[in-house]
C-alpha cells in the first residue's frame, strides 16, 4: 500500500477530521513534517494529564455544574487543548460507551466518565471497559444498581455486547444471562458522590456459567470484588467464541476478538471518515492494528488515518459535521468562549447535546444531520454567534465586529458619517476577503462569489450579514 502523499489538502482533511478544525498554524506545522506518518503520530501527541472542569455553581445547584462542564469541553475541543484530537476522541467515545446526564444525576459522576475518555482514550479498549463499567454513571444509566442475583436486570451485559462491543447477533440469550450473573453486585450508593461505588457480595451471583464458549465464575469461592463481571470483557476480547447459535450466521464460530476488532472498527471509520463500511484495505489494517495489539487504541486509529482509504475524494466529502463539530468551527472562527457564545441550548435544536445522548445506542452519524428541523436549528446557531460578534458594532460612532483574528470596524464596513453618506473603505470583494481572514477559513472560490454577490445587493448597512453566510457555508457543515 503507498501511503498517502503529505500534501496541503492531506493535511487539512486530516485536521478537520482528528482536531474539529483545519487551524493555519496546525496546517502549517503539519505541512513541514516528512510525511503523513509523521503528521498523525503528530496528531495523536496528545496531553497525558488534561486538566479537569473545576464547578462554578455549588453542589445543591448540580444541573448548572453541568452547565459549567459542558462549556468547558466545548473550549477544550475548540481553543484550551494543545491536540484536540484528544477531545475528538472523548467525544467519539462518549457517543459509544455513552451515558445520559439527566439518568446518572450527578455532574460529578459525569465528569469522572467524560475525564476517561479524555484521560484514556488513546490507551487499550479492554481497560477503558472496565473501568467504565465499574464507574457509577454507566452503573445507574444502564441499570446495574438494580442487578442482583434474586432479581437480574440484563441492561448493562446485554449492551456490553449489542452495543459496545460485538454488534447485534453474535451471541446468544444464554450468554446475556451468564454476563448478567457475572455483573451482579456491582451497584452504587445514592447519598455519596464521592465514592458512590459499591460492592455488595450478597447480591452476587457466584455460581460458574458458560459464556461465549468458555467457562466463567470458576473461583465461586471467591465474593469480592472485582467480581466476575470484568471476566466477562476478557473473554469478548480474548478467548470467546460467536456461538452456533447465535443469529449472525456469518459470524458463528468465529473467535469474539475478530468479531469484536471489525465491529469497533466500523463504528471508527463512521464517525471519522464516512459511513458506509470501510473498504477492505482499511479494514483489515484496522482490524489487524486491535488484534495484534491487544486492542491498544493508538495503533488502532494510527491504522486508520495513515490509510490511503481515508484520503479518498469520497472519504473527504462522506462527512456532515454533527451538531457539536459545527459548534465548535463557529467557537474557533470566531474566537469566542462556549459561555460567551451561550448555545447549548441552541444545540439541543440541532438535535445533539454533550451530555445526553438520546438513547444507549449514542448519536447517529453523517445524513442523520441532515433534514428540515436540524438545518433549522443550525441556522439560529449560526444568528447566534453573528450576533455575539456584532455586540459592540451597532455602540459609539464605529464599533466592531470581533472575530478569531481581530476586528473589522463599523467604518471599513458602512458609510461614514456626516450624510451624505461617503462609501465605504472596503470594497464589498474586499470585505468578504477580510471575513474570511478574520474567521482563519478557506471557502471555495464559487462560494465567496456568492457571499460577494450577496453583497452587492444590500445596502451599505446591512453588509455585515455577509458573515452569517460565511458562518452558514455549505462547506461549513462538511468535516
Not at 502523499?5 to 505541512?31: G, K
Not at 469484536?260 to 463504528?267: D, G, N, P, T
Not at 455586540?391 to 459609539?396: A, E, K, L, S, V
Request: charged share 20%; aromatic share 10%; with cysteine.
Amino acid at each position: 500500500m503507498a501511503a498517502p502523499p503529505l500534501t496541503e489538502a492531506n493535511v487539512r482533511h486530516l485536521l478537520r477530521r482528528t482536531e474539529f478544525v483545519d487551524r493555519p498554524h496546525r496546517v502549517a506545522e503539519l505541512l513541514a513534517l516528512g510525511s503523513i506518518d509523521d503528521a498523525v503520530a503528530n496528531v495523536l501527541d496528545v496531553a497525558v494529564t488534561p486538566p479537569s472542569v473545576t464547578f462554578t455553581a455549588p453542589v445543591s445547584r448540580d444541573w448548572e455544574r453541568g452547565q459549567d462542564l459542558t462549556h468547558f469541553w466545548l473550549d477544550q475541543m475548540a481553543h484550551d487543548s494543545i491536540r484536540p484530537f484528544q477531545e475528538r476522541l472523548a467525544f467519539f467515545w462518549h457517543g459509544h460507551f455513552c451515558s445520559e446526564f439527566g439518568k446518572v444525576g450527578s455532574s460529578m459522576l459525569m465528569r469522572e466518565q467524560i475525564d476517561l475518555w479524555r484521560k484514556e482514550g488513546l490507551g487499550n479498549i479492554r481497560a477503558l471497559v472496565t473501568t467504565m463499567s465499574t464507574q457509577v454513571a454507566m452503573i445507574r444509566y444502564l441499570d446495574n444498581n438494580q442487578n442482583r442475583k434474586t432479581s437480574p436486570n440484563q441492561n448493562f451485559a446485554r449492551e456490553l455486547m449489542e452495543l459496545f462491543l460485538l454488534g447485534v447477533g453474535n451471541y446468544t440469550e444464554a450468554d446475556v444471562e451468564a454476563s448478567t450473573a457475572a455483573w451482579t453486585g456491582h451497584t452504587d450508593q445514592w447519598n455519596d458522590d464521592v465514592s458512590p461505588y459499591r460492592w455488595r457480595a450478597d447480591w452476587h451471583d457466584a455460581s460458574p456459567k458458560d459464556f461465549l464458549g468458555r467457562r466463567i465464575n470458576t473461583d465461586s469461592a471467591t465474593s469480592a470484588w472485582p467480581g466476575h463481571g470484568p471476566e466477562t470483557i476478557s473473554v469478548i476480547l480474548g478467548d470467546g467464541t460467536v456461538p452456533q447459535g447465535a443469529t449472525n450466521t456469518a459470524n458463528r464460530n468465529r473467535a469474539t476478538r475478530a468479531v469484536a476488532a471489525e465491529f469497533l472498527s466500523v463504528k471508527l471509520w463512521a464517525s471519522f471518515a464516512t459511513d458506509t463500511p470501510p473498504p477492505a484495505g482499511a479494514m483489515l489494517a484496522m482490524r489487524t492494528a486491535l488484534d495484534e495489539n491487544d486492542f491498544a487504541v493508538r495503533p488502532w486509529v494510527t491504522a486508520m488515518l495513515t490509510h490511503s482509504d481515508f484520503y479518498t475524494d469520497s472519504v473527504k466529502q462522506g462527512l456532515v459535521r454533527t451538531p457539536v463539530e459545527y459548534v465548535v468551527a463557529l467557537l474557533v472562527a470566531t474566537g469566542k468562549r462556549s459561555r460567551e457564545a451561550n448555545v447549548t441550548w441552541l444545540m439541543e435544536a440541532m438535535g445533539q447535546r454533550l451530555l445526553f445522548p438520546p438513547n444507549v445506542s449514542g448519536w447517529r452519524p453523517n445524513g442523520y444531520w441532515v433534514n428540515a428541523s436540524a438545518m433549522e436549528g443550525r441556522a439560529r446557531t449560526a444568528q447566534s454567534f453573528f450576533w455575539a460578534s456584532n455586540r459592540d458594532y451597532w455602540t459609539g460612532d464605529d464599533g466592531p465586529i470581533t472575530l478569531a483574528g481581530g476586528s473589522i470596524m463599523r467604518s471599513e464596513i458602512t458609510a461614514r458619517t456626516p450624510f451624505p453618506a461617503q462609501l465605504p473603505v472596503l470594497t464589498n470583494a474586499a470585505f468578504i476577503d477580510r471575513l474570511l481572514e478574520l474567521t482563519r477559513l478557506q471557502l471555495p472560490a464559487s462560494t465567496v462569489a456568492e457571499i460577494v454577490r450577496y453583497a452587492n445587493g444590500a445596502s451599505v448597512w446591512e453588509r455585515n450579514n455577509a458573515l452569517l453566510l460565511v458562518l452558514l457555508a455549505p462547506e461549513m457543515h462538511l468535516a
